[in-house]
Structure formats: structure tokens, C-alpha cells
């Protein structure tokens, strides 16, 4: 909640686009990254494909999260707490890719042996 404080106008008005724009470049740079990863597993899994999709949806809410604030200077926002949800299912997208791409490759170490 403390960092979604630096994206609100009411809050932060003269610097509220700086960390707007941060969290909008780390998503666009993230979603190729997937695809990166992707290609160097070498494998076409069900738990490679779910990872994929997992973290470039991540990605790509932790993009509209930067570009949603849900906080207007005046009065309230159409759909509140839409920032915190995206954020929260950003973090959930990215951490859980993570996790299944690290589960591919520890069943793949165990499959292969330690040869890779």
C-alpha cells in the first residue's frame, strides 16, 4: 500500500507519473523476458507453457497497474481498489511463473541427471 501511495495525485501531485512510469517500463521489458525464458528451457511442457503465461500476465498487470491509480483528485474512482488488485495479481503472476518455470527445471535436473 505504501508504494501504490506514490501513484495517487491526491497524494503524491507534483511526482505521482515517476513511479507511474517506472512500473510501466519494468512491464513492458518483463513480457519478452517470458518468452526468454521460454526458449531456453528448450522445452514445450505444461508447466512451461502455464509459466509463460503466468508471468506475461504478471506482466501485463503490473503494466495497467501503473496505469491505473483508481484515485482521481476529485471524488471517487469508477471501480475502487482497482490498483490494488491489479498489483496484487501482478505479484501473484510473476511469483507463481517463477515458481513453475524453477519446478520444470528441478524435474528436468532429476530426469537428465546433473549432465545440464
Not at 500500500?1 to 505521482?16: A, K
Request: charged letters at 15%.
Amino acid at each position: 500500500m505504501s508504494i501504490s501511495q506514490l501513484l495517487y495525485p491526491r497524494v503524491n501531485p507534483d511526482f505521482h507519473f515517476i513511479p507511474a512510469i517506472d512500473w510501466l517500463l519494468a512491464g513492458v521489458l518483463l513480457i519478452p523476458f517470458a518468452g526468454y525464458i521460454r526458449r531456453r528451457l528448450g522445452f514445450d511442457s505444461a508447466a512451461v507453457r502455464a509459466g509463460v503465461a503466468s508471468f506475461a500476465g504478471g506482466a501485463i498487470c503490473l503494466i495497467l497497474a501503473g496505469l491505473i491509480t483508481s484515485h482521481p483528485l476529485h471524488g471517487r474512482a469508477a471501480v475502487p481498489k482497482l490498483h490494488e488488485v491489479l498489483g496484487r495479481l501482478a505479484g501473484v503472476g510473476l511469483g507463481g511463473g517463477i515458481l513453475l518455470f524453477r519446478i520444470h527445471v528441478l524435474r528436468y535436473r532429476r530426469w537428465a541427471g546433473s549432465a545440464r
